[in-house]
């Protein structure tokens, strides 16, 4: 296991069209988070999953989004009717419970373009 | 009010020399975490060093070290020996222990882009 990995790594689509994106977290971490990153911003919360159930959402997170993780081991992010503003760098990170201030480990993220 | 608040756009150092990276933090809760990352153009966020608010001394991790005055509520990251493969950007985040439902989500501030100049 290397890491947290992300697929697909880019990502464009046209106005309106629904997309998925999967995250693959370390193995043995039971955390897992979403987060999106403008150009120029830090990156911001969306959700987080411990295990399969997901726990807190952001208001950032609207309507067309959703995420799910069953079995608590991968999870995927949907955003249905994109929007040119939903144009970014969607990260997924992990980290083991337990310790409330553990690392979290970052995928190397997929940057969605929307035109 | 911002949570993390990072002054530095950018920033500069010349090869083997030392460079501090600003970070000053806001919140209520007693017991936070503070951790900077670094962010290369490959997009990955590389976790470098963590610091606990009851830790008595400042934390360090090889050439990352971090200079925590907790009254002040800056948590500054030093690099001692630029190199240059330190050029990226650099994230400092917080998480509060006690933010709603537990979820230990991350604030992070808007990043400082270090240069390393040969």
């Known amino acids: 296991d290397t890491g947290v990995s992300q697929d697909p790594r880019h990502k464009i689509t046209k106005r309106g069209q629904n997309v998925t994106f999967r995250c693959d977290p370390i193995?043995?971490?039971?955390?897992l988070y979403w987060y999106r990153q403008t150009l120029g911003q830090g990156p911001e919360f969306l959700t987080y999953f411990q295990n399969e159930a997901q726990l807190e959402k952001s208001r950032l997170l609207s309507d067309r989004f959703s995420a799910e993780r069953p079995k608590g081991s991968f999870s995927t992010l949907e955003i249905q009717r994109t929007e040119q503003g939903d144009s970014a760098m969607y990260l997924c990170?992990?980290?083991?419970?337990?310790?409330?201030?553990?690392?979290?480990?970052f995928g190397q993220g997929t940057r969605l373009t929307v035109v | 009010a911002q949570k993390i608040t990072q002054t530095q756009p950018g920033m500069f150092v010349q090869e083997k020399e030392a460079v501090t990276l600003d970070c000053t933090y806001d919140?209520?809760?007693?017991?936070?975490?503070l951790f900077w990352y670094k962010q290369p153009s490959s997009g990955e966020m590389i976790f470098l060093i963590y610091q606990g608010s009851y830790d008595q001394q400042n934390a360090t991790e090889g050439r990352y070290s971090l200079n925590f005055q907790k009254a002040r509520k800056s948590a500054n990251l030093v690099i001692s020996a630029s190199q240059l493969g330190d050029s990226a950007m650099y994230f400092c985040?917080?998480?509060?222990?006690?933010?709603?439902?537990?979820?230990?989500?991350?604030?992070f501030g808007k990043g400082t882009k270090l240069s390393v100049i040969p």
């Open positions: 990170a992990s980290s083991l419970g337990g310790a409330p201030m553990s690392e979290a480990f």
């Open positions: 985040a917080m998480r509060e222990a006690y933010s709603g439902a537990g979820s230990y989500q991350l604030t």
């Open positions: 919140t209520s809760d007693p017991s936070y975490g």
């Open positions: 193995s043995e971490h039971n955390r």
